[in-house]
């Protein structure tokens, strides 16, 4: 169901001509049939004069290219090559696209398949191959691929006007893309042109292959300064411009050192996002790597479909395919270290039972990532694994180092102050409080941050000695808990859910809890692990954390007298992820990561919004307001 700026994606229909896609609502091809490289190449890269941009830059410059028609991604791939060949190393180039109705994965294959790598050539098959291995499903709003080290990609799926007018990114060159104006009336609109203006930086240029009267008035009407140039072989002219007369200068990218607090799964995905953004990371956790909430043995890679687009639901939705992306990217899990081959989610009453087949009925989620059934649905792409391997695999960076020292407290300030165990202090460009419910116990300037809106939710799971039988299972399930294939001959089996219980103690009763639930919702399942003579080896107890909006905090620390707007230099959130740490985690710390390096997060700004630490300060300010 759309929910303002947001709806359900309606893939890309098309046919083919020869080599070249044509697009059946347009019917209007999506690149030249003479050679859409080389009019790509002349369009949209000569005329943004991006080969002398990009070889101008220096380390720590942050180029960003806007585009509004991804289409079959030949332009961004381009960019891409050629800042790759001609920018060092140090500079990072941010590709933000939209796209209304994205190609099917096997038609962007072959649309990539006319374009083979020039002989000897293999930085261009390896940006297509990263684009095929991460496309994402079509399901609205910003997914963040990685097509090299310094080069991202985030494909906004949508409306152009909307996409754009929400986007946080600031833009240095735009590709105007797309299908002609004359067949295509509805995008080249002028509230698109002033969303353009609105997110470009000062100089920024821009290149369509339409010189079309509606088009140039437009951009002019929204400050861009524009003249028609000859255009790519048959066609007589293309428009270039740009929106001011300032100098055009690259943003930079904000570096240093970090301090992060908690080596979970929060912890662990911020300082690897960090340090891949070259930042020099510290991680401090007394008991060492995933020691609390995140130390189960295994736990579920999964997410709760909705067919309404809140803020809220694209958040389970989004972060569920960033997460998907992060394990193919970073190759885990490995063997014996679980499987991303689908959960299955079976129904626990007909009020979820609605809810899951709404949502795949809605087109909200595709089916490649949702298939409801009568009795239960999947989850493609989802799966197992072991948290505390992915937090060991995601710090095994030379820019991290992990030090078993406790936080007590901080202050805030450039750079920040952190204080330890011992009463000896730390200083960092910036600070990472990712403790969880621990959170509340530190002293921020003296003041505890006991306020913070979060539930502490104790949970005990079960682990179960595999029989013959249960030894076969491959897939996860979920129901009223979850029960997960064997690792290391071990089910996990969980897990209760107790809001008032600080209890940190394993019990008998809460085993049985774990059963019964299990018996309850897959007696097949229950009989084959061993019915009544089911052995519990071990059990485990941690203590969730989640806000009372049930969304993280994932942003700067607010300042507590202020309304929200104003927040502690140097001092940052990523915590309250709930039962969704392995799921949630990946996204927020890709958000947390781009804000402290002062570059554009993979989110619109209502999912921002959603997720800033300051939303509840600003709630209170606005119930006031009303009251007054």
């Known amino acids: ?84 060949a001609r920018a060092p190393a140090g500079a990072r180039l941010d590709l933000f696209s939209v796209e209304k109705h994205p190609l099917g994965a096997d038609d962007l294959a072959r649309a990539l398949a006319a374009w083979p790598a020039p002989d000897g050539e293999s930085r261009w098959a390896t940006l297509c191959d990263a684009l095929r291995d991460q496309y994402p499903p079509a399901s609205p709003g910003c997914h963040r691929l990685w097509l090299a080290d310094n080069v991202s990609l985030t494909l906004m799926l949508g409306e152009a006007e909307p996409l754009w007018r929400l986007c946080p990114a600031r833009v240095d060159a735009w590709f105007l893309d797309g299908f002609a104006p004359a067949r295509n009336a509805d995008m080249w609109q002028p509230a698109l042109f002033r969303a353009l203006a609105a997110h470009s930086r000062p100089g920024a240029t821009l290149a369509t292959f339409t010189a079309a009267g509606a088009v140039r008035r437009g951009l002019r009407e929204a400050g861009f300064q524009v003249r028609r140039i000859d255009g790519f072989g048959h066609k007589r002219h293309m428009v270039v411009g740009e929106l001011d007369d300032s100098a ?65 639901n694209r958040f389970y939705q989004l972060s569920y395919g960033h997460a998907l992306r992060w394990l193919r990217r970073y190759r885990f899990p490995g063997h014996g270290q679980g499987a991303l081959n689908g959960v299955v989610q079976h129904y626990v009453d007909d009020k979820q039972s609605a809810k899951i087949r709404a949502a795949a009925d809605s087109g909200a989620w ?58 000896s202090e730390r200083t960092a460009d910036a600070i990472v409080i990712a403790t969880a419910g621990a959170a509340r ?13 979060l539930k502490r939710i104790r949970g005990q799971v079960s682990y179960c000695r595999a029989t013959a039988a249960s030894a076969a299972w491959e897939r996860a399930r979920c129901h009223g808990g979850y029960l997960t294939p064997a690792l290391d001959g071990l089910h996990c089996v969980g897990a209760t859910f107790d809001l008032h219980d600080g209890d940190p103690a394993p019990r008998d009763h809460d085993d049985r809890a ?69 799921t949630g985690t990946p996204l927020c710390a890709e958000i947390l990561a781009d804000r402290i390096s002062d570059a554009p997060p993979p989110a619109d700004g209502p999912l921002l919004e959603a997720l800033d630490p300051g939303r509840f300060l600003r709630r209170k300010k606005k119930k006031l307001k009303v009251k007054s």
């Open 514 to 582: 774990n059963l019964a639930q299990l018996r309850q919702y897959l007696p097949d399942r229950w009989a084959e692990l061993g019915g009544d003579a089911i052995q519990v080896v071990e059990r485990r107890v941690g203590f969730r954390c989640q806000s009372t909006d049930f969304l993280p905090l994932t942003g700067p620390l607010p300042d507590p007298d202020g309304d929200g707007s104003t927040a502690l230099p140097g001092l940052w959130l990523n915590i309250a992820h709930g039962s969704r740490g392995l």
């Open 1 to 84: 169901m759309s929910i303002g700026d947001f709806a359900p994606i309606r893939p890309a229909r098309l046919h083919w001509q020869d080599r070249t896609p044509v697009a059946t609502d347009y019917d209007d091809p999506y690149f030249s049939r003479q050679d859409g490289r080389a009019e790509s190449h002349y369009v949209f890269l000569d005329g943004n004069r991006l080969p002398e941009r990009f070889a101008a830059l220096t380390d720590g410059d942050l180029f960003v290219i806007g585009e509004t028609g991804f289409g079959t991604g030949l332009n961004m791939l381009l960019a891409a090559d050629l800042f790759l």
């Open 441 to 453: 116990d530190l002293e921020v300037s003296g003041r505890e941050l006991g306020d913070l809106p």
């Open 366 to 423: 595709p089916d490649t990532l949702l298939v409801a059934g009568e009795h239960s649905a999947e989850l493609r792409g989802g799966g197992y694994l072991n948290p505390p391997a992915w937090c060991a695999a995601l710090l095994d960076h030379p820019a991290i180092t992990v030090e078993r020292r406790t936080l007590r407290g901080l202050r805030p300030g450039t750079p920040a102050v952190a204080v330890l165990d011992d009463g």
């Open 248 to 312: 055009w200068r690259p943003a930079t990218l904000r570096r240093g050192t970090a301090l992060v607090a908690g080596a979970g799964l929060a912890g662990a995905t911020s300082a690897r996002a960090l340090a891949e953004r070259g930042w020099q990371v510290t991680v401090l956790d007394p008991a060492g790597i995933a020691r609390g909430a995140s130390g189960n043995r295994a736990g579920v890679v999964y997410s709760t479909p909705s067919p309404h687009l809140t803020a809220q």
